[in-house]
């Protein structure tokens, strides 16, 4: 069957972060931060297997106004969109045109 429920347990700390994250990547995709690329979605995939990996992809538009996609994984939902968030906000994420873009 699935996991055992006891295991998933989110401390106030850590609840808190991700609540942040989520929060700074509303305020980046509605254009309250000053970005290298304009968040214009983001999809979730996640694990194929158990234990495997939630797979984000992050779509947006940069400065030239040429679609560009970058990607982020993690074994934790949460802490996917804190990585997405970390690295969207501190300039990191590997952004690469978009050949899916329509």
């Not at 699935?2 to 609540?19: C, E, H, K, M, N």
């Not at 970005?35 to 538009?61: C, H, Y």
């Amino acid at each position: 069957m699935g996991r055992d429920p006891q295991d998933f347990r989110y401390t106030q700390v850590r609840l808190a972060s991700i609540g942040e994250a989520v929060a700074e990547l509303g305020a980046a995709m509605e254009g309250y931060r000053d970005l290298q690329v304009d968040i214009t979605g983001m999809s979730v995939r996640g694990p194929a297997v158990r234990n495997g990996e939630f797979l984000i992809t992050v779509r947006g538009v940069d400065h030239e106004g040429l679609p560009v996609v970058a990607f982020h994984g993690a074994t934790d939902f949460g802490e996917a969109l804190r990585g997405i968030s970390a690295r969207v906000n501190n300039g990191t994420m590997k952004w690469k045109a978009d050949e899916y873009a329509r």
